[in-house]
């Protein structure tokens, strides 16, 4: 199973939802393959967030070898699974995606219709409480999202 997380800047959001993701399934003893991008090219090349990197540490994940990346039209072949931190994401995601693709291309809040864990919003204007808010957010999303991939 192959799964990429996007959210815009690819250095808040997306790299600490692929660093959970990643530990989940460790955790779990999963064979899931998770690589993050953003829309957007501002940080292309550049580390998390350090507030990201932070709230995760205090989790025990460490998402410091990971680079910021934009999202390709290959991505959507490549991956099983597509998924957005946010519905502005989806949009951008939808517009450029392949009309005929591999990929499921969804909300990872709501990655399922009887499931809503909501937009997970971008933390970047905010202090350290948004980032941990963040990952506890995704937390809840990620391990959901495992759980129902491997039932
Ligand atoms: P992310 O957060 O999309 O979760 O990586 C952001 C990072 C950078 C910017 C916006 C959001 N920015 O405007 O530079």
Same mark, same amino acid.
């Given at each position: 199973?192959?799964? =990429?997380?996007?959210?815009?800047?690819? %250095?808040?959001?997306?790299? +600490?939802? &692929?660093?959970? *993701?990643?530990? @989940?399934?460790?955790?779990?003893?999963?064979?899931?393959?998770?690589?993050?991008?953003?829309?957007?090219?501002?940080?292309?090349?550049?580390?998390?967030?350090?507030?990201?990197?932070?709230? =995760?540490?205090?989790?025990?994940?460490? %998402?410091?070898?990971?680079? +910021?990346? &934009?999202?390709? *039209?290959?991505? @959507?072949?490549?991956?099983?699974?597509?998924?957005?931190?946010?519905?502005?994401?989806?949009?951008?995601?939808?517009?450029?995606?392949?009309?005929?693709?591999?990929?499921?291309?969804?909300?990872?809040?709501?990655?399922?219709?009887?499931?809503?864990?909501?937009?997970?919003?971008?933390?970047?204007?905010?202090?350290?409480?948004?980032?941990?808010?963040?990952?506890?957010?995704?937390?809840?999303?990620?391990?959901?999202?495992?759980?129902?991939?491997?039932?």
């Amino acid at each position: 199973m192959k799964v =990429l997380t996007v959210c815009l800047g690819n %250095i808040c959001r997306s790299p +600490a939802a &692929q660093g959970i *993701l990643e530990h @989940f399934a460790q955790q779990k003893g999963l064979d899931i393959s998770v690589d993050s991008a953003g829309t957007a090219a501002y940080h292309i090349g550049k580390l998390p967030d350090a507030r990201s990197i932070r709230a =995760l540490k205090s989790a025990g994940i460490d %998402i410091s070898h990971q680079r +910021a990346r &934009q999202v390709t *039209l290959s991505d @959507f072949d490549r991956f099983d699974w597509v998924v957005a931190m946010d519905a502005e994401n989806l949009v951008n995601l939808q517009r450029i995606k392949p009309a005929q693709c591999h990929a499921k291309v969804v909300m990872f809040g709501r990655y399922r219709d009887a499931v809503d864990f909501g937009e997970v919003g971008d933390p970047y204007y905010g202090g350290d409480q948004g980032f941990e808010d963040m990952r506890n957010q995704l937390m809840m999303i990620s391990n959901d999202f495992l759980d129902h991939l491997y039932d």
